[in-house]
């Protein structure tokens, strides 16, 4: 996995005490008091924020970069600059679900089982020919399986979230999106070779002709000159296109010029 990518250091004045403080005049004490209560209640805040620097020209490890980071504004507490001081906010509120990977791991495990049978089995050879070549057989449909997962399944996936509760949204949006409640969401991203622009998908997962919304972006927009990368720019971002989601502003379908359907992008 990709080290963390921003660290902020906090350090904060620490309150004066008055216990043993020398015996001053009435009105002294009283503008060191003052002193103290705007201390307690203005503490400053010194914040070094490092920001990751990426090789643009690597497309994979450009659009792993840009993955983690929606996948992380869906999922984890975010550190925000409000006001300039950094607080923690975590607005939609989501749980991936695992289901998935749970079957993919299950089959690699069985597959990983046959290869070893294969190679420490106690049968001299040529008589262990068969057990060889039944385990070779086993190894190679298991992998096969988890090829056509990966490929007609997971497709362009990233993120597959369970469902959101009451706690994790509002009533006008449970009545404009009712399947927030009954649906988890479905994370698409897309990158193509050789271009610079970056696709995000937001759909439901396991719905038959499923809404969505969908952006587009130049990654321009998040890495600079240098390749150092604005996370807090594209998790702005991509909330925003899930609050268009969630308030059911969906995106339509559009056509090609040869008739089939493809996903307009804004």
């Known amino acids: 996995s990709i080290d963390k990518k921003k660290r902020i250091k906090m350090a904060r ?52 970069i840009l993955d983690e980071t929606v996948a992380g504004t869906f999922l984890e507490d975010q550190h925000a600059l409000i006001d300039g001081n950094t607080r923690v906010t975590k607005r939609i509120n989501l749980q991936e679900d695992h289901s998935l990977n749970n079957i993919k791991l299950s089959v690699m495990i069985i597959a990983c089982i046959f290869a070893a049978t ?44 369970k469902p959101m509760t009451k706690d994790g949204t509002t009533e006008a949006c449970i009545k404009k999106n009712p399947a927030l409640l009954t649906h988890g969401l479905r994370i698409r991203t897309d990158i193509p070779r050789y271009s610079e622009f970056y696709t995000v998908t937001v759909e439901f997962q396991n719905m038959e002709s499923t809404p969505f919304v969908s952006k587009t972006w130049s990654v321009g927009k998040f890495f600079d000159a240098e390749g150092m990368f604005d996370e807090f720019g594209l998790m702005e971002e ?27 992008t804004n």
């Open 13 to 64: 004045k620490k309150k004066s005490g008055t216990e043993n403080a020398p015996k001053t005049t009435p009105e002294a004490a009283t503008v060191e008091n003052d002193d103290v209560e705007e201390e307690e209640e203005d503490e400053e805040v010194e914040e070094e924020i490092v920001y990751l620097q990426v090789d643009t020209g690597d497309v994979i490890k450009l659009k792993q």
């Open 118 to 161: 294969a190679q420490f089995a106690p049968l001299p050879f040529p008589e262990s020919r068969y057990v060889l070549g039944a385990c070779c057989v086993a190894y190679f449909i298991m992998s096969g399986i988890l090829q056509l997962i990966l490929t007609f399944v997971d497709k362009d996936a990233i993120l597959i979230t």
């Open 238 to 264: 991509v909330e925003n296109l899930f609050e268009r989601f969630e308030a059911a502003k969906f995106d339509s379908p559009s056509k090609d010029k040869k008739g089939n359907e493809k996903l307009k």
